[in-house]
């Protein structure tokens, strides 16, 4: 088992922060995980990726080549980095920041920032409602693993509503499975089916 | 040899008898400095086991090397930037640091300005004479317009640094001047300097008559003591002068400034506090 | 064994060296190393060490170099920028003996160049980057868990041999965060201390019989002189050709003496290996991967891994020469370690370059490509 996703946005939409809660989560469960990024020198602005590698066996390349799953925040974000996207992989996009989705048939839309507005407060907290959905999409670190390095990586004070924020995620996720159909996203191991 | 000679060359014990004559030329002032110090040392009566002296390149720089105790000669203005580590991995130690104009205000100018910035405890000596003088006499940042130097044959044009303003508006918390003509006068400004819990920061004026007298019809080493005799005016003095008088080559000597503050060592107690790591 | 966690190169970086006794560290901040500098920060005054960010890389430099002749274990960090900034300091360790560890996370270069971009430029800058002559201890480890080991090692070394010590890392693991289990105990070079009193004839910088000397912390009632100038036992400046010679000879042979025990490499499916690829840092991760790849075709490929890349592994890569039909140097640069392996192989197989120096780190497809273009036809 070895599955690699790509979290990708802008600088400042702390895309960075959830990947690094995602490999933490791996990593309490008793896997192997790496968690690596690229950025530009901007710390507001530009764009943003993170990756990371989960796997029950030892990494050694520790870059994602093809990978199982991309996030996108932002449309630039979509555009240049859904290029290299397993076939089977999946594509979860930002609905109102990505407005012109890329062709892709296992794209999933989730109002990630409406949602971090609307339902927790501020934008800010968009990072952790699509921490949120990748929980409950990949299934492949338990929740519990979550919640406990959110509460260990964000301010204290913050810790409530970032909480919150993990639940919409999980939630508005689940509900659009409910309505695409589809089951826990369970993405093919493997190096090969790049397109 | 009488008691009375004993006590006058009770000094003696501060330098290290083998490693002397000093390279330094005949008439130069740095020797004179270089006594101030270890006469300070004595009359504050710091320990030869627990201060060291840290110095940079240059003529003044070579001091170190003639004193008996813990001794490092760094590389080319690097001196406070050495001195600062020693301070900070074992506070108890009295660190001085012997530096030149060059030395100290042109290479390493930077960590000058910083060290006064921090206010670390560290007493710093500047062996003013206006020149390199290792070099040969080309001009430092504290050459006098129209002074002239190898690298300077037409007279210097580069605005000189007053090293003492530099200093205090740096941040430091004992700034003082006096000259090689004033030899009490500048023990005992060093001796205030180790008083200071902060960056003590002298300005010794020292001729130098082979690289700058030479050049600067000042052939003589009592020519150029006598200049300083009749240049230097104390503070209270010289504030009083006529700005006519005061731009006449004049500078002050003296008590410049002193101000009370937290030295670093004491602000950095607070942070181990803070950290919870306070007597680790 | 403590619990597995997630940690990043540079925070093993700065947590071995605490391990290994650090308690001084001076930095200035600078992409892609500063997290070493803040890990410090933040753990140096909880343990009742000393964090100082200086003015710029050449006084945090002066700073570790005397806090370290005042007795203190010492550390500072920087990129390649910095880095040619602290030659000069790191030439006075060099010269003067004085035991230190600078930690050089590469970018890419020259000049600003791509700040927050994997490179592994700055090999040669570790070893030539000083005016003079002298030797240097260059590590270069491959993973966050052997970041913190190579740490704890460095500091052992900068104490043992009292000299600088490089801690060569590369952005890709400085940057990387991975599952790592520390120790909870590791093994700690003491600082070597006098063992004759001044009465009884201490000179400082006397040999001892690994040519090392033992030379007096500050404060400790010796009185030395420490200079950058060339010395002789006393400590004092020498002007003597002789003294000269024997000054420099002994800044090579403390280093050479020590022999093979400080050259680390690791050969990975090697025993029955007919051509081999030569990496180090991050990219032997993907070389690791690449030379997989390539056993799984039947391909008779093995890794020879750097760990210690100054003083460098010549009889390991000789023996290799010998062994192997080729070897493929992979090197995020446009070519540096690739011209030792051809030395240390001195013709006895060919030595074929894998380089690459566009901001990106290797793509294993990218090193099968060059091991099966080295093979030729040859698949076994």
Redesign the interface.
């Known amino acids: 088992m070895k599955q690699q996703l790509r979290l990708s946005g802008s600088g400042g939409q702390g895309v960075i922060t959830a990947a690094i809660i995602f490999a933490e989560a791996a990593v309490a469960d008793g896997l192997e995980a790496v968690q690596s990024q690229s950025y530009g020198p901007e710390a507001r602005g530009g764009a943003s990726k993170s990756e990371v590698i989960v796997s029950d066996e030892p990494i050694y390349h520790p870059h994602v080549e093809h990978p199982n799953l991309v996030l996108a925040m932002t449309q630039k974000a979509a555009d240049k980095y859904f290029i290299d996207l397993r076939e089977d992989g999946l594509l979860v996009l930002d609905e109102q920041l990505v407005p012109k989705p890329p062709k892709f048939a296992r794209a999933f839309r989730i109002p990630i920032t409406k949602l971090a507005v609307e339902e927790v407060g501020k934008p800010l907290f968009a990072n952790i409602v699509a921490l949120g959905a990748l929980v409950r999409l990949t299934q492949l670190v338990p929740l519990e693993a979550v919640r406990t390095s959110v509460a260990n990586r964000v301010p204290p004070h913050t810790v409530e509503p970032n909480m919150k924020a993990l639940r919409v995620g999980w939630d508005a996720a689940g509900k659009g499975m409910e309505k695409q159909g589809m089951g826990a996203f369970t993405p093919k191991a493997g190096a090969g089916g790049a397109r | 040899m009488s008691a009375e000679q004993t006590a006058e060359r009770s000094f003696e014990r501060y330098f290290r008898a083998n ?1 002397l004559p000093h390279l330094w030329c005949p008439g130069c002032g740095n020797g004179i400095a270089m006594k101030a110090i270890v006469q300070a040392i004595e009359k504050k009566g710091l320990s ?3 201060t ?1 002296i ?1 110095s940079g390149i240059g003529c003044s720089s070579r001091a ?2 003639y004193m ?8 080319h203005g ?1 001196a ?11 506070p ?2 009295n660190v001085v640091v012997i530096t030149g104009d060059g030395d100290c205000t042109a290479i390493g100018g ?2 000058f300005i ?1 060290g006064c910035r921090r206010n670390i405890d560290l007493t710093v000596v500047l062996f003013n004479n206006n020149i390199y003088g290792m070099t040969g006499g080309q001009a430092s940042p504290t050459t006098p317009l129209g002074a002239k130097a190898t690298t300077a044959p037409y007279g210097s044009v580069d605005r000189p640094f007053d090293a003492c303003r530099l200093a205090e508006a740096s941040g430091a918390t004992y700034v003082a001047r006096s000259t090689a003509f004033h030899v009490r006068h500048l023990s005992d400004m060093i001796a205030g300097g180790f008083d200071n819990k902060g960056f003590s920061f002298i300005e010794a004026m020292v001729q130098c008559p082979t690289a700058y007298g030479r050049k600067n019809k000042m052939a003589s080493p009592a020519a150029m003591m006598e200049w300083m005799r009749d240049h230097a005016v104390m503070k209270a003095a010289f504030d009083k002068l006529p700005d006519t008088e005061k731009s006449a080559g004049r500078f002050p000597i003296g008590l410049l400034y002193q101000s009370e503050d937290v030295d670093y060592d004491t602000a ?1 107690e607070v ?2 506090e ?7 | 064994m403590t619990k597995a966690r997630l940690m990043q190169g540079n925070e093993a970086c700065a947590e071995g060296a605490l391990a290994a006794g650090v308690n001084f560290f001076a930095g200035y901040p600078i992409t892609p190393s500063t997290e070493i500098a803040e890990t410090m920060a933040r753990l140096l005054p909880k343990r009742g060490g000393t964090f100082v960010q200086m003015e710029d890389e050449i006084a945090s430099m002066g700073a570790i170099l005397g806090a370290s002749l005042a007795g203190a274990k010492v550390m500072d960090a920087t990129s390649g920028p910095g880095f040619s900034l602290k030659q000069e300091l790191i030439g006075y360790a060099a010269c003067a003996e004085i035991p230190c560890v600078v930690a050089l996370v590469q970018r890419v270069g020259p000049s600003t160049g791509q700040p927050t971009a994997p490179s592994q430029g700055d090999v040669m800058q570790t070893r030539w980057g000083t005016h003079g002559d002298h030797s240097i201890l260059v590590l270069s480890p491959w993973s966050v868990r052997e970041t913190f080991d190579a740490s704890v090692l460095a500091v052992n070394y900068a104490e043992r041999f009292r000299m600088p010590v490089i801690l060569l890392l590369d952005e890709i693991v400085g940057h990387l965060r991975e599952r790592v289990v520390l120790p909870e105990h590791v093994e700690t070079y003491p600082r070597r201390k006098p063992k004759k009193t001044r009465a009884e004839g201490y000179q400082p910088f006397a040999p001892d019989d690994d040519l090392v000397p033992n030379v007096a912390d500050f404060g400790t009632g010796y009185h030395i002189h420490v200079t950058g100038l060339i010395h002789d036992e006393t400590g004092f400046p020498s002007g003597s050709p002789a003294v000269t010679a024997e000054a420099i000879r002994r800044m090579q042979e403390k280093i050479a003496r020590a022999g093979e025990g400080i050259v680390h490499t690791e050969a990975s499916f090697m025993e029955d290996a007919k051509w081999a690829v030569v990496a180090f840092g991050g990219t032997a991760r993907t070389a690791y991967e690449a030379v997989r790849t390539m056993r799984a075709r039947g391909g008779k490929v093995g890794l020879l891994r750097l760990m210690t890349i100054w003083p460098f592994a010549d009889a390991v890569i000789a023996r290799l020469a010998k062994q192997v039909r080729g070897i493929l140097v992979a090197e995020l640069s446009y070519g540096q370690i690739v011209h030792e392996v051809r030395r240390a192989a001195a013709g006895a197989c060919p030595v074929a370059l894998c380089a690459k120096y566009n901001m990106k780190a290797f793509e294993p497809a990218e090193i099968v490509a060059g091991i099966e273009k080295l093979m030729g036809g040859d698949v076994k």
Do not use: E, M, W
């Not at chain 2, 813990?70 to 590389?75: E, G, M, P, Q, S």
């Open positions: 490693r030869q086991d627990d060291v840290v170190s090397g008996d105790f813990d001794t490092l000669h760094t590389a690097r406070i930037p050495f001195a600062t580590g020693i301070k900070l991995a074992n108890k130690l930077n960590h910083h950095y942070v181990k803070r950290a919870g790591g306070a007597g680790k």
